[in-house]
């Protein structure tokens, strides 16, 4: 219903809307998100109380800023709904921004997006420039805005901070993104009827994914897999879970460019959340063709990641939202999102045994469930 209202409300501003209407909004919001990581920057929304309200004079004094800058750029981010001002003219939280601040989750978010996605967007037209000389293919939009030589996972590898700042971030999406949380991957396939089996969660992170089909599924037991950080963190978090949680849980370092070891031969199944649409065909055929070396007859390859809309066919906002997530993939990875037809022709290139068995898409969620039998 919600998502009804967001697409019809788009659907009529867009048939009423003007070349000028267009960019006057445009410049709005590029506005609005300048105000709103002014804000965070100076640390802004943490000197408001969650009940009640401060002055404007107050906080340029907490924060040696000018009180007409403050309550100006306040001002403009109230427009985009986030804060609000007492009829005394003091400033407060409205529901959304005390939302945002109080939960974990979505301040996680906020912040990924302020520091690290946005950044990535800036540098775009940049990287692009850059990937035209053939020497600098190598370069990104985040290699650009993170100033650094290192691909995003390799630059991830080589600090611990960043490392633990994403894992944390992808955590949050599995928690709060109403579109990327784990339930869509527990209720969006059958898991039940896999009985006693094993899952290897390939590139898993810190296991949100397996801990949480662990918890549902008493028969399942899983190995989540990936760099060293993520695999300490996940170890650490392990430790909060039930026993009878955390003992079906294995972490185990492995990079999937590589064979899967011997425990993880002729597993069940072996899960991809989030992993293909990091990197583009050539990588990811690498990666596939190790578990498909791997699995035994039977063994079945569940990816979760976006299948792109044919354009026009999806509601606005997700299609809107799904366009957004293949655009950070090129800015970041030089990878992208991919469509029905990308899938098919990505598996027949690793083998030809590997089958898209189903490709389904859980209400609510901005990823599907692809199954891939071997
Ligand atoms: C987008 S995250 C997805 C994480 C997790 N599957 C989830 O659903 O939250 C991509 C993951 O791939 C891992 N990764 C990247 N390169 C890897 C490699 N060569 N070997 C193993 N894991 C890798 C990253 O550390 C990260 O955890």
Known sequence: MRQEIF??????????????????????????????????????????PLNGSISYGELATRTQLPESDIRATARMAITANLL???????????????????????WTWFSYLIKRSVPCMRAYTQASEKQLEVVESARTAYTIAMKTELSFFDHLKTNPEL??????????????????TVDHLVEGFDWASLGEAKIVDVGGNSGTASMALAKHFEKLSFVVQDMPEPVHNGRLQAQ??????????????HDFFTPQPDETKG??????????????????????????????????????????PIPGTASPTLEAALRQKDLMMRQVLNSREREVEDWHALF??????????AIRRPEGSQHSIIEISL
Not at 172 to 177: A, E, I
Not at 268 to 292: G, Q, S, T
């Open 7 to 48: 697409d019809s409300t788009t659907r009529i501003k867009q048939l009423s809307q003007k070349p000028s209407d267009f960019l006057t909004e445009l410049l709005v919001q590029q506005q609005q998100f300048a105000c709103i990581e002014w804000l965070f920057h100076f640390q802004i929304f943490r000197q408001i």
């Open 84 to 106: 609000s001002e007492t009829k005394q003219g003091k400033l407060a939280h409205n529901s959304l921004s005390a939302d945002l601040f109080e939960d974990p989750g979505l």
């Open 163 to 180: 490392s633990a700042e994403f894992g944390k971030y992808m955590k949050s999406q599995s928690t709060v993104h109403a579109g990327a």
């Open 240 to 253: 909060s879970l039930s026993r009878k949680i955390s003992e079906r849980i294995q972490f185990v370092e």
């Open 267 to 308: 597993a069940d199944v072996y899960l991809f959340r989030m992993i293909l649409h990091d990197w583009p065909d050539e990588d990811a055929v690498k990666i596939l063709r190790h578990v498909a070396a791997a699995g035994k007859e039977g063994s079945r390859v569940v990816v979760m990641d976006m299948v792109l």
């Open 348 to 357: 027949g290139k690793v083998d030809e045994r590997l089958q898209i068995v």
